[in-house]
């Protein structure tokens, strides 16, 4: 996150992690320099993911649903 409220594009090896993909119609929460994305829907398929975002090191994290 940054105190700019500015949109950036990541470029190199920051858009090579893995992550949850484009979607719509998920949850997310920013906590602690963290985001955190719950399922959503990719087309018409409903996601049941989990994953966090870490904007110093800018890499996706798959967690484990319950």
Same mark, same amino acid.
């Given at each position: %996150? !940054?105190?700019? %409220? =500015?949109?950036s594009?990541?470029? $190199?090896?920051?858009?090579a992690?893995?992550?949850? *993909?484009?979607?719509? /119609?998920?949850? =997310?929460? !920013?906590?602690? *320099?963290? %985001?955190?994305?719950? $399922? *959503?829907?990719?087309?018409?398929?409903?996601?049941?993911?989990?994953?966090?975002?870490? /904007?110093?090191?800018? %890499?996706? /994290?798959?967690?484990?649903?319950?």
């Amino acid at each position: %996150m !940054t105190d700019s %409220m =500015a949109w950036s594009l990541l470029s $190199g090896s920051h858009q090579a992690s893995l992550g949850p *993909g484009p979607r719509h /119609s998920h949850s =997310a929460v !920013t906590h602690q *320099g963290c %985001m955190y994305l719950f $399922g *959503g829907l990719k087309g018409l398929r409903e996601q049941r993911d989990f994953w966090k975002w870490d /904007s110093c090191s800018h %890499m996706w /994290s798959p967690l484990r649903n319950k």
